[in-house]
């Protein structure tokens, strides 16, 4: 257990890292496209929300290849990160993108990847290894966001790094405000599926984490819904069955100011509708001036929810043995 809540709180210390990075030089880009899967991909997602109001273009693609038909035509740089180096999705869009002679820049650790770096002479960065890949956002985002800067897609933000590794620190603390916030909504969900609504660039980003990581630590199903889309859908689908999800289900709503406001009043609506069929257990709202500082306020919070919710279940949250067995399997066949 104390691995993975160590792991959490290093956090700061990740994001302290990429402000200092010395760069290669990155080809010059209008557009990214990030490849990558799982607490890897993430990053892009991050990278995407942290550049804000900016006019900048950032796509994530989660898949093997093709990529999509755009990519021919506007030709943006691939941001390629896998932590291992050895995800299969990621190492097949990397040679996809080289047969097509698309730029190519590299996060990781090393493995299949790294010795395709060093063989083509792509730029990136190395980050520390050691960690599970969910429990090295900091260094990952951190360097995207390093890299973006160096291609001219997104402005300098190492002044938001370094907001957001303070913040970090002050969060992961225990008895810390995000500690009390973390308690109070793990406690309510103890022995329940949940899910996790957002509403917005940050929000909503910060939502898929908080489901992966309920995911991996708490090894607890969980999804992630987004306002407004849920009120033409999910809404509805509280009605048949509220003697079931009222005892077995919880939601968690997150809420950022780039959030719209028409979103904040659906947000409340809704609780107000569903209620009675499903707990609404607690609203977390980001704090933070930046974009990127205040989506790791509302991350450090589902992160700690995640290893609070494996330490009342007596979880181990640091093996994903069942991923691992699969990935296995792929290689056998």
């Known amino acids: 257990m104390s691995d993975m809540l160590s792991m959490i709180r290093s956090l700061g210390d990740q994001m302290r890292w990429s402000v200092d990075l010395d760069l290669e030089p990155i080809p010059p880009s209008e557009e990214i496209l990030v490849a990558g899967m799982g607490g890897s991909g993430i990053a892009g997602n991050y990278l995407a929300a942290a550049s804000g109001t900016s006019t900048a273009r950032i ?10 038909g755009w990519v021919e035509a506007v030709r943006p740089l691939i941001l390629a990160i896998s932590y291992s180096g050895n995800t299969e999705e990621t190492l097949d869009v990397a040679d996809h993108a080289r047969s097509m002679g698309l730029p190519i820049a590299t ?22 290894s050691g960690l599970q ?9 951190g360097a ?11 402005g300098d933000l190492r002044r938001d790094l370094t907001e ?24 309510a969900l103890v022995g329940r599926i ?58 968690v709503s997150l809420a950022d100011r780039s959030d719209h406001p028409r979103v904040g009043l659906r947000r409340r609506l809704s609780a107000s509708l569903t209620e009675g069929a499903v707990p609404w257990v607690g609203k977390i709202s980001s704090w933070g001036e930046s974009p990127l500082a205040r989506l ?3 991350t450090t919070v589902g992160d700690l929810t995640s290893w609070m919710l494996a330490r009342r279940a007596g979880i181990d949250p640091v093996p994903v043995a069942t991923i691992e067995k699969l990935k296995q399997l792929l290689v056998e066949d």
């Open 194 to 251: 949940v899910i996790v609504y957002g509403g917005g660039p940050v929000s909503g980003t910060v939502a898929g984490r908080w489901k992966t990581q309920i995911n991996e630590n708490a090894k607890t199903p969980a999804w992630a819904s987004l306002l407004p889309e849920l009120d033409h859908n999910e809404l509805v689908g509280w009605e048949a069955m509220p003697g079931s999800t009222l005892d077995r289900l919880g939601i």
């Open 107 to 128: 996060i990781t650790t090393g493995g299949e990847l790294g010795r395709q770096s060093d063989e083509q002479g792509w730029p990136g960065v190395r980050v520390p």
């Open 133 to 141: 890949p969910r429990a090295a956002l900091g260094y990952l985002a």
């Open 296 to 298: 790791i306020s509302l």
């Open 164 to 187: 957001s590794a303070g913040l970090a620190d002050e969060a992961v603390a225990e008895g810390s405000n995000a500690w009390v916030a973390a308690s109070s909504v793990s406690d």
């Open 59 to 68: 796509s994530v693609h989660k898949d093997y290849s093709p990529l999509p």
């Open 144 to 154: 995207a966001v390093r890299l973006a800067g160096a291609s001219g897609v997104v």
